[in-house]
């Protein structure tokens, strides 16, 4: 029973920490060069991970902005205003 119950508190840490681990990243630009692949066009600064949740804003006309493969928990787009 002991061992039952210390597998379960240790799922249920490891389970709280991998759904926590994602962040929201918001397109920013600041990189001057509109890469998706440029840290410095993401706040915070740092490449999107697979898990965290990417807002783009109306701000992005460039054509080249994916030049990889890349994958997300999600891609929001806020409506025009």
Known sequence: MKNLFQFLLLMFLFTGFFLNAAAQKKWDGQGNDSLWTNPKNWF????????DNVLLDNSIVNTNL???????????FPPLQ
């Open 44 to 51: 915070p600064d740092g490449l999107p991970g697979i898990a």
């Open 66 to 76: 994916f030049q990889r493969r890349a994958t997300v928990g999600s891609l929001g």
